[in-house]
């Protein structure tokens, strides 16, 4: 994929890979504290706005989704179009359990995070078990999204229906003030990036490497292909989860387009397109690029989804110069393999 | 009760139609075009459009049918000429993303340029009664022109020449291209026929329930849910699947609602996928 092409073309800040994986973590501090470093001065100069720190905060959600997202697919080959669902069933269970079950909000975090997290888990292992192609994981995985979309319409007395609802729980604390809640966002984006970076560097990171270049040669190496795709759905489903609850705590409302597909994985794919699929930093880079792009086109309305179409076609054809061929290559190994 | 499987007949008859298109690219070409909702939203579109300058509304409907197999014809062209030097999973995955962009382009353009027009084809005079309930006639003379398009479409693939080559195709690629057939012209064909499907199906719906802008993603959907349950590739399993989807459908809907009717369906989808992938009818290859 785009990784494997900059490594052979030598350095990229973006992709780069060094050849070793044992010395030190600096390769992935470093970047992480850089991004983070630059991305904490946001407030200093967006501060004043409530909407416009509201819109960061929304960037870091969707950098997030991006990483999460890079790791189950990018990462193991998983198309995963349950983005936005996954991230529901952190805010919606999030905000259930604190609303209306009355348990604490770090509590319902965690229940949530970890619900989404078996969710992710299980719709890999159902993926794995059965040896879904990519195909039939994306149309299973839109299933599952389409299904939680409805779900959330049709329980309305739970779920508030189409409106969603506001939530009471967080409220007057530090969660509802303009800039705290952005810190605490770029707080989950870095532990997020850090955790996804390491995990490249680990044995992990090879296994992904080696599963996604040739699949029956990584099985016959003795890397357990099965194990480490659930492994994979399972930490990007968790930050998916943990993602959607941070967001809902923070906006103080949840409702469906919030996590809806046309609304999430829709931008999610677009943003990873734009990032470059199977990098270090690309995903974040796409998703903060795709958030000043998106309010600044906010003025053209509805054109801005024909952009966004036009885009899509674009960065899969031509743009990103691994994309088509890597695909391409990624499922003809998959696919001889099978 | 016979209400709601009347009308479950109704939709389903227009369910099979709908995911036969999606179901011959699928198995031809390999191409899984999730434009297919987009491509019958324009049809309706221009239909209405047409009707709005004054044309009566048979040629109007004939043009609109005829824009949609336009729209195939331009998508072989343009969009997925790069598909057909892929092969297997890689083309169906870049079509689908491909198409996905698509969709979001006459989505977005639709949705700026006439936010609130929507197809609705009213078929007047009182109700027809059938086993004795009242049915509209609007949704009597869809359910026959779709079974007159179904048969033509079966009648099609079985005993004309063209048909044949197309099937054989779909059976063997390889096998087709050593007796002299094209692949990439049958495509082309199955393209612009379903273009043509999307756009009759959307005419035959508006005389049933308005179709407006913001439909395309919707018709998708449920085209992809019939054609998954009838077995992707297969003509008769859709049209079958279609049938059995609506009057569950139906039913569900007048029972608990249209969103949880829904759910049934995707569940149903799935656990088609999970247990049977080769589809209600199909056949494991």
Redesign the interface.
């Known amino acids: 994929m785009t990784e494997r092409f900059s490594e052979a073309s030598g350095t990229s800040a973006v992709g780069g890979v060094e050849r070793r994986s044992a010395r030190s973590w600096a390769g992935v501090v470093w970047p992480t504290l850089g991004v983070g470093a630059v991305l904490a001065l946001v407030p200093l100069w967006l501060g004043d706005s409530r909407v416009m720190m509201g819109i960061a905060v929304l960037g870091l959600a969707f950098a997030a989704y991006t990483i999460a997202f890079n790791l189950i697919f990018g990462s193991t080959g998983q198309?995963f179009l349950c983005v936005g669902a996954l991230a529901g069933i952190g805010g919606y269970g999030g905000a259930i359990l604190a609303d209306i079950v009355g348990l604490p909000i770090v509590v319902s975090i965690v229940l949530s995070t970890s619900a989404a997290a078996l969710a992710g888990g299980l719709l890999s292992w159902?993926a794995v078990r059965?040896s879904?192609?990519?195909?039939?994981t994306?149309?299973?995985t839109?299933?599952?999204a389409?299904?939680f979309e409805?779900?959330l319409?049709?329980l309305g007395e739970l779920t508030g229906g189409e409106s969603g609802f506001l939530m009471e729980a967080g409220k007057g604390t530090f969660l509802r003030s303009q800039i705290p809640p952005y810190y605490l966002m770029l707080g989950m984006v870095l532990l997020t990036l850090f955790v996804y970076g390491s995990l490249r560097r680990s044995r992990y990171g090879w296994a992904f490497r080696a599963l996604r270049d040739d699949e029956v040669a990584a099985e016959l190496a003795g890397i357990d292909v099965a194990r480490y795709r659930i492994f994979a759905a399972t930490i990007g489903a968790a930050i998916l989860g943990l993602a959607g609850a941070l967001l809902a705590f923070t906006e103080g409302r949840v409702s469906p387009t919030t996590f809806g597909f046309?609304e999430v994985d829709?931008v999610v794919?677009v943003m990873l397109a734009f990032g470059g699929i199977g990098s270090f930093l690309g995903p974040i880079l796409g998703a903060l690029t795709f958030t000043v792009i998106d309010e600044l086109l906010v003025e053209v309305?509805?054109?801005?989804?024909?952009?966004?179409?036009?885009?899509?076609?674009a960065l899969?054809?031509w743009l990103p110069r691994g994309v088509?061929p890597a695909?391409?290559d990624?499922?003809?190994r998959?696919?001889a393999g099978s | 009760m016979t209400a709601s499987i009347l009308d479950g007949i109704v939709l389903g008859l227009q369910f099979g139609l709908l995911a036969t298109g999606l179901t011959l690219m699928y198995g031809l070409g390999g191409i899984?075009n999730l434009a297919y909702g987009q491509m019958a939203v324009i049809s309706a579109i221009v239909t209405v459009s047409i009707m709005d300058a004054g044309l009566p509304v048979v040629p109007a409907a004939a043009i609109g049918i005829a824009v949609g197999a336009l729209l195939g014809f331009v998508l072989d062209q343009t969009?997925f000429r790069?598909l057909y030097s892929?092969?297997?999973?890689?083309r169906?995955?870049?079509s689908?993303?491909?198409s996905?962009?698509?969709?979001?382009?006459?989505?977005?353009?639709l949705?700026?340029l006439f936010?609130l027009k929507g197809l609705s084809l009213f078929i007047g005079g009182g109700a027809i009664d059938v086993f004795g309930e009242p049915m509209r006639r609007g949704s009597l003379l869809a359910s026959g022109i779709t079974i007159v398009a179904m048969g033509g479409l079966v009648a099609f693939f079985r005993f004309t020449t063209l048909g044949r080559a197309v099937r054989s195709v779909i059976e063997d690629e390889e096998g087709a291209r050593l007796v002299g057939i094209d692949p990439r012209k049958m495509l082309r064909l199955i393209l612009v026929l379903s273009g043509g499907i999307a756009g009759l199906v959307a005419l035959t719906r508006s005389m049933v329930a308005p179709v407006d802008v913001t439909a395309g993603?919707g018709i998708t959907?449920f085209a992809?849910?019939v054609t998954?349950v009838g077995g992707l590739g297969s003509i008769t399993g859709a049209l079958a699947a279609g049938i059995i989807l609506g009057v569950i459908n139906a039913i569900a809907a007048s029972a608990?609602?249209t969103?949880?009717s829904?759910?049934i369906l995707?569940?149903a989808?799935?656990v088609t996928?999970?247990v049977r992938?080769a589809g209600l009818l199909g056949v494991k290859e």
């Open positions: 198309l159902v059965r879904l192609g990519v195909i039939f994306g149309i299973v839109l299933i599952f389409l299904t409805n779900l319409l049709g046309a829709v794919l309305g509805q054109l801005r989804v024909f952009i966004y179409g036009a885009l899509v076609i899969f054809l088509v695909l391409d990624l499922l003809r998959r696919r | 899984l969009v790069p892929l092969r297997d999973e890689a169906v995955l870049l689908l993303l491909l996905l962009g698509v969709a979001l382009m006459i989505d977005g353009f949705n700026w936010p993603f959907v992809l849910i998954v608990i609602g969103f949880m829904l759910v995707l569940v989808a799935a996928i999970l992938p």
